[in-house]
């Protein structure tokens, strides 16, 4: 099934504004608001076909899509489209965040942040290589997360002092055992194979309070995924996500020795829930030296991740002022000290 959003005025293609948060015409303008926009409006497409061919019902053309792919536009006529039998039942999002930057404050907030590349080449600083933009809602799970941890630990408190002539080293041993509790709240995971794991981490955080209920209305305009893997399969990643703050809380709570030894750690993270949603990414693909580089941009912060191109030639310039500066601070230090460096 393919739904396309028509204007109730002009009957042209509508697509969710970022900065109203509305369905938006392109044509006339007419902005509706996505709780209260009627469904005689919506156009609707089935296809009996093979699962990944639709129709697109603005102009008629074959839509083949991947499986996954949720939300698209027609290459034909440009028409966004949500394809919703792939966002019913088990594949339906429970919330979503919708996109508040537009696609030309991404480009120009991408801009800035290659300008600002201190080690990147001067070519890729002036950010005119842009091969494509492309607003893409990446399917999450979020978990909530319960950790208790059993904690025993042999600590030291060594203190020296002096009295009279003798240097005295005084050890006290403790006994130390910790029973934690903690909760962790809508921790993301991204559950699309085609997403780099790594990027798609770096773009937190996001807010969640903006987190609405999922509507296909967002979609449309944008590229949306559906999810390939559940979160039962997912659960591993999300325990290791939060392994080093759960390391980090333990070491905070047995403070003060001079030595820890841990005889046991008993750590067992459970899952309290998970909630399937979709978060707003814009992908920017550059084209420079002959090669493509991606970056991810957060759909609502401007949070732009990525690894851009480094420049050798500025690196050892870098490293040859870092170098520089401290011969002349140890030399006049030198001088402070009434002789020589060496």
């Known amino acids: 099934m393919v739904i396309h959003y028509k204007c109730p005025s002009c009957g042209d293609d509508m697509a969710f504004d970022s900065h109203s948060g509305m369905l938006s015409c392109h044509s006339c303008g007419r902005q509706d608001n996505i709780e209260q926009f009627s469904e005689e409006f919506i156009s609707t497409t089935f296809s009996e076909d093979d699962a990944k061919e639709y129709h697109c019902d603005n102009c008629g053309a074959i839509l083949i899509t991947e499986a996954e792919t949720a939300a698209t536009n027609c290459s034909f006529c440009g028409a966004g489209v949500v394809i919703g039998d792939r966002l019913s039942g088990a594949l339906a999002p429970a919330k979503v965040i919708p996109f508040t930057i537009s696609k030309e404050e991404a480009m120009a907030a991408f801009r800035k942040w290659c300008k600002n590349g201190r080690l990147t080449p001067k070519g890729f600083m002036t950010a005119d290589r842009i091969k494509g933009i492309t607003g893409m809602y990446v399917p999450f799970w979020l978990y909530d997360l319960n950790t208790k941890a059993k904690v025993s630990a042999d600590c030291k408190k060594v203190r020296v002092y002096t009295s009279g002539d003798y240097i005295y080293t005084e050890t006290k041993h403790y006994d130390v055992y910790r029973d934690i509790d903690l909760n962790y709240v809508k921790v993301p995971v991204d559950a699309s194979k085609k997403m780099n794991d790594e990027l798609m981490d770096r773009l937190e955080p996001y807010d969640y309070s903006h987190l609405k209920d999922f509507k296909t209305p967002y979609l449309a305009g944008f590229i949306a995924e559906k999810y390939n893997y559940n979160d039962e399969e997912l659960l591993p990643r999300v325990k290791s996500k939060i392994k080093s703050y759960i390391d980090s809380y333990i070491s905070s709570t047995i403070s003060g020795y001079s030595s820890v030894s841990y005889r046991s ?10 909630h399937y949603v979709l978060l707003p990414v814009w992908m920017v693909y ?43 601070v140890l030399k006049l230090a030198s001088f402070a000290m009434g002789g020589e460096l060496w």
Do not use: C, L
């Open 286 to 328: 550059y084209d420079y030296a002959k090669a493509e580089h991606t970056f991810a941009m957060n759909g609502q912060s401007g949070k732009v991740v990525g690894k851009p191109p480094i420049s050798y030639a500025k690196v050892a310039q870098w490293f040859g002022g870092i170098a520089a500066v401290t011969f002349v």
């Open 265 to 274: 750690r008993n750590i067992d993270t459970m899952k309290k829930r998970s």
